[in-house]
Structures are given as structure tokens and as C-alpha cells.
């Protein structure tokens, strides 16, 4: 979201109020970190990143997608928190882009990118769409080819800020507004030529999911809220939905002031997590917790 005055506000206490302490044997269990390596990121580049994952064509990269209102474009960095390119998607439109993934597609052991035209504050709008393409290749300046996935709701408008990919290329989306958050899925293959209704799969425990990820290769997914990321590991055969079925595991982390992205390292040494830059701080870090 852009700056939204009650995201502000949440942002705001998240960021001043600390959280509960957890005990010493709580945080040594725990698979990855609590306390994250920081690259602060310069200012007025990509103070609105709402999305990001790890590149897989550009090894030490990842991908960051801003929020609606900025160009229709994606922007690649460095694990230090240095822009190294942007490319713009060539007639697409960026109305309320509010998460990035990545994962199999159409064709065969080529990776994709999947941007989430989710967002919908007012819960007004009748369709959303998922942008799917392969990830560009060094050297790429433009994006002139993309897949338009349009889906509705079985159950009316939704405002969602975190999707991810399974391994078999279907597509989970997670809403935020709702008292409790729902997941939603469209399963793979997803029908580019008309309006497809996604399908209720399950629902969270908590609300104001902000982001989410999956990593295919540990068979791992994380889901964000602005104060808390949640952890749970599937079994061989598991299908997203049963194990989000399941209490997950409260990771250390270190409050963001608008913490919206997540994701996986692309060698799965750990996990990533950027924010927003609100008014009222001067920077924002890209944030990597790593694996114990």
C-alpha cells in the first residue's frame, strides 16, 4: 500500500512498541536467526517495495516490485541492498501490485516471476490478476512478453497483499482485511484467456498478512504480518493448505516501521524481509535472517 494512513498508523506502533520477549530456549530452537544482517537502502529508489524474491538467472541478486501508483516495473539488487537494473513491463499497468514470486511454470525447469495484482483497499473491485513471466535473462532492459492470469473470488472482493508459488505451479493468495486471514488458490494450469474464480482452501489463524513465501526445495513457507513472520515445514507430499492448517512457528524478528516483503534465499541460507519507507524514518534495510 502507498502510504495508507491506517497502514501508517500500524506501522508506526509496531515499530515503537517492542515485542514480547521470548525465552532463551524458545529462540535456540528456532531454525533461522532472530537477529538479521542489515544493508540499508538509499532512499527515493524503491521507497514503496511491497514484494521481492530471489533471482535464480542472477546468483546474489533478488527482485523488488513497488506498490501501485509506481511504474509498472520490477527492480533488481544486490544482498547489499544495491539497484543494479530496473525493468519495465512494456504495456502493462500497475494498479495495485502488492507481492512478487517465483516458481515453475509453462515451461518445463525454467523459473517464473509472478507479480500479485491483489490489492484492494476499499474491497470494491470485481477482478484481480497475477502478471506470470520467465525470469529475464542478463542483459534484458524490457519485459515485452507476460502472461495475464484474471481471477475473482468465489465470495466477493478482497483486499490480498501475499501470494506464493508451489512446486506444482499453482498459485496462493492470502488476504489481509479480513478478521481472520483466507487463502485462496488457482490451480495449475491457470486459464489466461478468460476470468478464472479462484478456490477457498483454508484460512489463518491471524490477520494482516503482508507477504508470504515457499521455498519447493525444503519444503518450507513463511508468511509475514507487520509485527510477526510465521514458519512451517511440510511434509514430502503436503499440500500448502493442509500444513497452513496447522499452528506455525513464531520467528525471531526485528520490527520493520512497514514491513510488507518476504522471502527465501535462492540457496535457502535463510530468508529476506525489506519495508516500506514511511515518512518518518530517513531509511529502510533489506534484512537477511539466516539459517542456523
Known amino acids: 500500500m502507498s502510504l495508507k494512513i491506517n497502514a501508517l498508523i500500524v506501522g508506526i506502533l509496531f515499530f515503537q512498541c517492542s515485542k514480547k520477549e521470548q525465552t532463551a530456549e524458545q529462540v535456540q530452537s528456532l531454525p533461522f536467526e532472530s537477529k538479521p544482517v542489515m544493508s ?154 478468460t476470468t478464472v474464480t479462484a478456490i477457498a482452501v483454508g484460512k489463518l489463524a491471524f490477520t494482516k498478512v503482508t507477504g508470504a513465501a515457499y521455498s519447493g526445495a525444503d519444503n518450507e513457507i513463511l508468511i509475514k504480518t507487520y509485527n510477526n513472520i510465521y514458519y512451517w515445514k511440510l511434509s514430502e507430499n503436503e499440500l500448502p493448505e493442509m500444513v497452513l492448517s496447522r499452528k506455525p512457528t513464531e520467528l525471531g524478528y526485528e520490527a520493520e516501521p512497514q514491513g510488507e516483503a518476504i522471502c527465501f534465499h535462492a540457496n535457502n541460507l535463510g530468508f529476506y524481509t525489506l519495508s516500506e519507507k514511511p515518512f518518518y524514518v530517513s531509511a529502510v534495510a533489506l534484512n537477511f535472517y539466516k539459517r542456523k
Not at 539497484?83 to 507481492?99: P, Q, V
Not at 515451461?107 to 529475464?136: C, M, V
Request: charged share 25%; aromatic share 12%.
Open 40 to 193: 540499508t537502502i538509499s532512499p527515493g529508489f524503491i521507497d514503496e517495495a511491497s514484494g521481492i524474491t530471489a533471482s535464480l538467472s542472477h546468483p546474489g541478486h533478488l527482485w523488488v516490485q513497488q506498490d501501485g501508483g509506481n511504474p509498472a516495473e520490477i527492480v533488481l539488487i544486490n544482498e547489499k541492498g544495491l539497484i543494479k537494473k530496473r525493468l519495465l513491463l512494456k504495456t502493462a499497468y500497475n494498479r495495485d501490485w502488492e507481492d512478487l514470486s517465483s516458481g515453475a511454470g509453462p515451461i518445463k525447469d525454467s523459473n517464473y516471476l509472478y507479480i500479485a495484482e491483489t490489492g484492494d483497499n476499499s474491497q470494491s473491485h470485481y477482478s484481480y490478476s497475477i502478471f506470470r513471466f520467465k525470469e529475464p535473462h542478463p542483459g534484458t532492459d524490457t519485459i515485452f512478453q507476460f502472461e495475464k492470469i484474471n481471477f475473482r473470488y468465489p465470495d466477493g472482493s478482497h483486499d490480498a497483499e501475499a501470494i506464493f508459488v508451489s512446486k506444482q505451479a499453482d498459485i496462493y493468495i492470502i488476504t489481509k482485511r479480513d478478521s481472520v486471514s483466507k487463502i485462496y488458490k488457482l490451480p495449475y494450469p491457470q486459464n489466461t484467456a
